[in-house]
């Protein structure tokens, strides 16, 4: 059964930059795509970024795109999420899933992702 263990959050200033990490265990990651979310308070959970199995797709969302880096190591079971550029409204709770079926790319829904993190905050604040 794979269990998922976000790190790297804290508090940074605005411009700063935060690099998440999504570690997974008890299961190899390289069957799973990966997405990343955030939920700040009263806000419905929402896609950031997301990549494929084998990492050849990646996804943004439009208020990160360009700001946002996600990359996977598959021979560390790990995925991460580097933050440039941040804002206040970058502010919430960050958390990861995973995707078990077969398929090419990744989505930014929460639909396909059963299996979550714990999550990590991240705050941007001067």
């Known amino acids: 059964q794979l269990t998922l263990a976000e790190s790297g959050g804290g508090l940074v200033q605005p411009g700063g930059s935060l690099r998440l990490s999504c570690a997974a265990s008890?299961?190899?990651?390289?069957?799973?795509?990966i997405g990343w979310f955030r939920q700040a308070p009263g806000k419905e959970r929402e896609g950031v970024s997301c990549i494929s199995d084998r990492g050849s797709i990646t996804n943004y969302s439009d208020s990160v795109k360009g700001r946002f880096i996600v990359a996977r190591d598959n021979a560390k079971s790990t995925v991460y999420l580097q933050m440039n550029m941040l804002t206040p409204d970058d502010t919430a709770d960050y958390f990861c899933?995973?995707?078990?079926?077969?398929?090419?790319?990744?989505?930014?829904?929460?639909?396909?992702?059963?299996?979550w993190g714990q999550g990590t905050q991240v705050t941007v604040s001067s």
């Open positions: 899933g995973a995707d078990w079926r077969p398929r090419p790319d990744c989505s930014l829904t929460k639909g396909p992702y059963e299996i």
């Open positions: 008890g299961d190899t990651l390289v069957d799973y795509a």
